[in-house]
């Protein structure tokens, strides 16, 4: 890590979601630069080489699991996945353990092991830190002091964590271009995105 992080720190990749606008595909399955998405942004984490990482998972998608199954990191089944993502964030919480935590959505493709070294680079201790777009507008990934981890257990619906960060203000990073917005939900959206990246070669 060279000295990148002196907290202890843990990562975990939100892929719990159903997928329900891909109209019966799987995001976390489709392609990207030569592998499973879910797997390319798992392996982002792991050589990011911030602290140990993790994977949910919901119950009822195998192919996810096994997109994943020679990696070096943990897999959170979710049985109450589909109670949105405050399930999956009360299940990482309870894993990192008395250690801060780097969350982001395993949906957002543009993101690499350089943005998330770049976020954890800026983090204290005791300050959330969230990532924006070049224009600043917030996006993922979200590291969480250790202190704030047991609210999580109060976390309900699909909401997220933004009440924490509501009564938490995080300190922001910009990064590059969108990485830290753009997320893809539906069919028409990884069209699009493919096409926007097929323009810049």
Do not use: Y
């Amino acid at each position: 890590m060279d000295g990148i992080v002196s907290h202890a720190l843990k990562l975990v990749l939100l892929a719990a979601g159903g997928s329900r606008r891909m109209r019966g595909g799987d995001k976390m399955l489709e392609w990207v630069d030569g592998e499973p998405m879910i797997r390319r942004q798992a392996r982002a984490l792991l050589q990011a080489d911030l602290g140990p990482v993790a994977v949910t998972l919901p119950p009822d998608r195998p192919a996810r699991a096994e997109a994943l199954n020679d990696l070096p990191l943990s897999l959170l089944t979710i049985p109450d996945a589909a109670d949105g993502m405050s399930a999956s964030l009360r299940a990482a919480a309870q894993w990192a353990d008395g250690c801060a935590l780097l969350v982001t959505p395993a949906d957002m493709p543009e993101l690499t092991s350089d943005n998330f070294r770049t976020v954890a680079a800026t983090f204290d201790g005791t300050t959330p830190v969230r990532a924006t777009a070049e224009d600043g507008t917030p996006g993922h990934p979200v590291i969480f002091p250790a202190n704030l981890l047991k609210q999580f257990a109060a976390l309900t619906g699909d909401e997220g964590a933004k009440s924490i960060l509501k009564s938490q203000k995080p300190r922001l990073v910009a990064l590059p271009g969108q990485c830290a917005t753009t997320d893809l939900d539906t069919p028409e959206a990884w069209a699009a995105w493919r096409q926007s990246r097929a323009s810049l070669f």
